[in-house]
Nanobody
Framework: QVQLVESGGGLVQAGGSLRLSCAASGRTFSSYAMGWFRQTPGKEREFVAAISWSGDIPYYADSVTGRFTISRDKAKNTVSLQMNSLRPEDTAVYYC???????????????WGQGTQVTVSS
C-alpha cells in the first residue's frame, strides 16, 4: 500500500523547535516533489514548504521563511521539516504530500499523509 506517514509533532513552547518527518512507503517518490501543508479547524489547508524532486530547490511560505527548513533524503524516501523559533500561530495539523511538481497549491499534490499535530504554547 502506497502511503505517507508523518511523525514528530507535539507540544512545544514559543521559541522552541520541532522536527517533522514524513516517511514514504510502498513505492519510491524520488521523482516527485514533496510538500508540507498545515491546517487549523475551520480554515483551508495552508502551504508551508515544498521541495523539488532533486531536493535542491526549496520553496517556503512567507510566514515561515527563515524559520523552517525542508529537506529530503531520497535514499531513505523521507522528507523532513525543521521548525525553529516556533510561534503560537504555527499551531496546526501538519501534512506532508507528494506531487508532480513543487507547488504551493494543495491541488497539485495527489497523495497525503494523515497529519501530525503541532501545538505551540505562548
Amino acid at each position: 500500500q502506497v502511503q505517507l506517514v508523518e511523525s514528530g509533532g507535539g507540544l512545544v513552547q514559543a521559541g522552541g523547535s520541532l522536527r517533522l518527518s514524513c516517511a514514504a512507503s510502498g513505492r519510491t517518490f524520488s521523482s516527485y516533489a514533496m510538500g508540507w501543508f498545515r491546517q487549523t479547524p475551520g480554515k483551508e489547508r495552508e502551504f508551508v514548504a515544498a521541495i523539488s524532486w532533486s531536493g535542491d530547490i526549496p520553496y517556503y511560505a512567507d510566514s515561515v521563511t527563515g524559520r523552517f527548513t525542508i529537506s529530503r533524503d531520497k535514499a531513505k524516501n523521507t522528507v523532513s521539516l525543521q521548525m525553529n523559533s516556533l510561534r503560537p500561530e504555527d499551531t496546526a495539523v501538519y501534512y506532508c504530500a507528494t506531487g508532480a511538481r513543487s507547488s504551493s497549491s494543495p491541488y497539485d499534490y495527489h497523495l497525503w499523509g494523515q497529519g501530525t499535530q503541532v501545538t505551540v504554547s505562548s
